[in-house]
């Protein structure tokens, strides 16, 4: 846990010092804010057996699992196809890894209307996403990238946008409905939009499971149940910046809320944890519509934000150490640091 907490405090203080050095109090030549970009990726694609499923993909790449690996999409294998090149497993997590960070930073750094406070919103609700799903997670920077298409309106672009996406995970599929969202769609619409999901999901479960290879998942839906806590922790986040966007008359002008309410309609539809997978895909606009809310607020709200976030984070290090299977992301260990190879 240690290390998670000199994590935090190296990211507030690269922040703050960003920060003065921005209002030429602290005058640098070094860029914190991207010094704490690189800090997290570092951490990220660096890491050795930190996140559920490390040790499968660890050992599609060292025992060249190719049943395994011919399950997955076609550009996922293409990455675990350069790794076994390289006989190196760690180099995977890699090849995942940075396009997945890129990605996601420089989309939220043209987006944001406040980088700090979007940054710490993704730390604490997806960064540790990464460790885990890392294909899901790269999928989903890409179609997050396509926002640009979304504004400027350019449909098939950022179609083209999910379906590279989705040669990494066939999940990202679902987030060419954020388009018509964005654009489209009032709240009258949308509630059509989510019954309609509701009244056609054994159908869609029917498609899922004769035309992908997630049939198997869909007959354990119940054995899944998803984070509870993670959940309604975020229903109750999404209810106070409603309540904060009330008070600005700002609901109308954002349509980040309907894309956020989406995600977490999902898992009460679709069931916890596949609704909580295709739901990540509108719920990480969470993340500009942080931003957005709390550009209207004082500076003592955007620093309550942040350290709500950073206590949020190490609390999912917490629960995750309590895993009754195994402890997920504690001790955290850098692949460098690793002479013998041993699974938790």
């Known amino acids: ?30 860029n914190c804010e991207k010094l704490a970009v690189l800090v997290v990726i570092f951490v990220g694609i660096f890491r050795f057996d930190v996140g559920w499923d490390y040790v499968n993909y660890y050992n599609y790449i060292n025992l060249e699992e190719w049943g395994h690996i011919i399950r997955l999409e076609p550009l996922s294998i293409v990455l675990c196809v350069i790794a076994i090149y390289f006989n190196s497993p760690p180099l995977l997590f890699v090849l995942f890894g940075l396009p997945t960070y890129y990605l996601f930073f420089r989309t939220l750094k043209k987006n944001s209307k406040i980088f700090a406070l979007s940054f710490f919103v993704y730390l604490a609700f997806f960064y ?25 309106r350019k449909f098939i672009s950022y179609v083209i946008c999910v379906v590279i996406a989705f040669f990494f995970h066939y999940s990202a599929l679902v987030a060419i409905a954020i388009y ?143 895993n009754d299977f195994k402890s997920l992301y504690i001790p955290y260990q850098f692949i460098f640091d690793v002479n013998n190879i041993q699974f938790r």
């Not at 799903?133 to 979304?150: D, E, H």
């Not at 509870?228 to 910046?241: A, E, W």
Request: with cysteine.
């Open 128 to 152: 540790l996403e990464t460790f885990t799903s890392i294909r899901q997670t790269l999928a989903l920077s890409i179609v997050f990238a396509g926002y640009k298409y979304i504004l400027k």
């Open 180 to 322: 018509p969202i964005y654009h489209k769609f009032n709240f009258k619409l949308l509630s059509v939009f989510i019954l309609g999901i509701f009244i056609f999901k054994q159908l869609m479960f029917a498609i899922v499971e004769r035309y992908t290879s997630y049939g198997y998942y869909l007959d354990k839906l119940e054995d899944y149940t998803g984070g509870g806590i993670v959940r309604y922790i975020m229903i109750l986040f999404f209810i106070v910046l409603l309540l904060l966007g009330y008070k600005k008359r700002i609901i109308q002008q954002l349509p980040f809320y309907k894309i956020v309410f989406t995600s977490l309609i999902l898992p009460f539809i679709l069931g916890p944890a596949l609704g909580a997978r295709l739901g990540i895909y509108f719920s990480i606009y969470l993340c500009l519509l942080c931003a957005q809310v709390f550009s209207y607020y004082h500076a003592g709200m955007k620093l309550l934000l942040v350290f709500g976030c950073c206590c949020y984070f190490l609390l999912m290090i917490y629960i995750g150490s309590q």
């Open 1 to 30: 846990m240690i290390f998670y907490i000199l994590f935090i405090l190296i990211l507030l203080s690269l922040f703050l010092i960003d920060y003065l050095n921005r209002k030429q109090i602290l005058p640098l030549p070094v």
